[in-house]
């Protein structure tokens, strides 16, 4: 991947691993290319209010950049006095990610502005080891915007693949099965209505894991769920995939309620009792998207018919 300020980057959707990844399960996030992003110039700076107003945020990435990498970072670095440069110049994000909606839309920031003004390089790269440096490097950047963040989100907007983490140590990209429009299923997104917020309900949980029961439950009864979901996926095995999912639904409403949108809850709930289709976070909650997985699309649409849905893809 060389240097590129006009390169598009993706969404992504967190597919499993919301929440169960900071407690040691599996995590499978994938690009969305139907939202993105792209660094443009505009040099006359006869832009929209908008197109000022991310000129601004970019200003302050900068500083913040500028701040964080006083100490080193190992092998990654950002050209900050190019990149200030180009920003007193005019410099703006161009994108159509809704913010604060599970979507990336600050990994598609970052990742822009390393692809653009970092110093190594995917193409660069051979190992898990280089891969998780890499991932490591980006969190810090985006802690810009949500307080700590994984990395994870600036990655897959980076890479553009999908991303597979098995273990705290092992990270790779992969290729999932070919998905078709003639398939029956699907997973969809159906809008909350309204953005969610990342950081106090990040907050939420790891206050909630100080109690050893709840942590066990985590542990014991969401992770081994999140990660039988991972495993039918990525082995298109969609019967499989559909049952774990039910109970994974389940738990998450038991469990989560403060990450569920009132406004999905009856949904959500309907879901679980006919069986038609189960909804699930996407990414943190408390707005934004929420994700649906349905072994009939149709079917599925017919019961949401007032819903906003978007296809991801079929299964």
């Known amino acids: 991947m060389k240097q590129d300020t006009n390169q598009l980057f993706y969404s992504k959707?967190?597919?499993?691993?919301e929440y169960s990844l900071m407690a040691g399960s599996m995590a499978l996030s994938i690009p969305f290319k139907r939202l993105s992003g792209k660094l443009v110039q505009k040099p006359d700076r006869q832009v929209?209010?908008?197109?000022?107003?991310?000129?601004?945020?970019?200003?302050k990435f900068a500083n913040y950049l500028e701040n964080m990498l006083i100490e080193p970072s190992g092998r990654f670095s950002i050209d900050i006095e190019r990149l200030k440069k180009d920003i007193a110049g005019g410099l703006v994000f161009q994108s159509d990610i809704?913010?604060?909606?599970?979507?990336?839309?600050?990994?598609?920031?970052?990742?822009?502005?390393?692809?653009?003004?970092?110093n190594f390089f995917f193409d660069e790269?051979?190992?898990?080891?280089?891969?998780?440096?890499?991932?490591?490097?980006?969190?810090?950047?985006?802690?810009?915007?949500?307080?700590?963040?994984?990395?994870?989100?600036?990655?897959?907007c980076y890479l553009k693949k999908p991303v597979l983490i098995e273990s705290k140590n092992k990270i790779k990209m992969t290729e999932l099965p070919q998905r078709t429009d003639e398939?029956?299923?699907?997973?969809?997104?159906?809008?909350?209505?309204?953005?969610?917020?990342?950081?106090?309900?990040?907050?939420?949980f790891i206050d909630r894991c100080r109690d050893e029961q709840y942590l066990e439950k985590i542990k014991k009864d969401y992770n081994p769920l999140v990660n039988a979901c991972i495993k039918a996926y990525c082995d298109n095995r969609v019967d499989l995939l559909n049952r774990s999912l039910?109970?994974?639904?389940?738990?998450?409403?038991?469990?989560?309620?403060?990450?569920?949108?009132?406004s999905i809850r009856p949904l959500w709930e309907k879901g679980i009792e006919s069986g038609k289709y189960s909804l699930k976070l996407c990414g943190s909650g408390?707005?934004?998207?929420?994700?649906?997985?349905?072994p009939d699309f149709d079917l599925a649409k017919q019961e949401l018919k007032d819903e906003k849905i978007t296809l991801v893809h079929r299964l």
């Open 125 to 156: 790269m051979t190992d898990s080891r280089q891969i998780i440096e890499l991932k490591d490097f980006l969190a810090q950047m985006e802690s810009c915007f949500h307080g700590k963040s994984s990395g994870l989100d600036p990655l897959i």
């Open 246 to 262: 039910q109970l994974l639904s389940d738990f998450q409403l038991k469990n989560f309620n403060p990450m569920i949108p009132p």
């Open 13 to 17: 959707i967190l597919l499993f691993g």
């Open 48 to 59: 929209a209010e908008s197109g000022k107003t991310s000129n601004l945020h970019l200003d």
């Open 286 to 294: 408390g707005g934004g998207m929420v994700l649906g997985f349905t």
């Open 183 to 204: 398939k029956p299923g699907a997973v969809f997104l159906i809008d909350s209505g309204s953005p969610g917020e990342t950081q106090p309900l990040v907050d939420l």
């Open 98 to 118: 809704p913010q604060s909606y599970g979507l990336g839309s600050s990994g598609a920031l970052v990742a822009a502005v390393y692809a653009a003004y970092g």
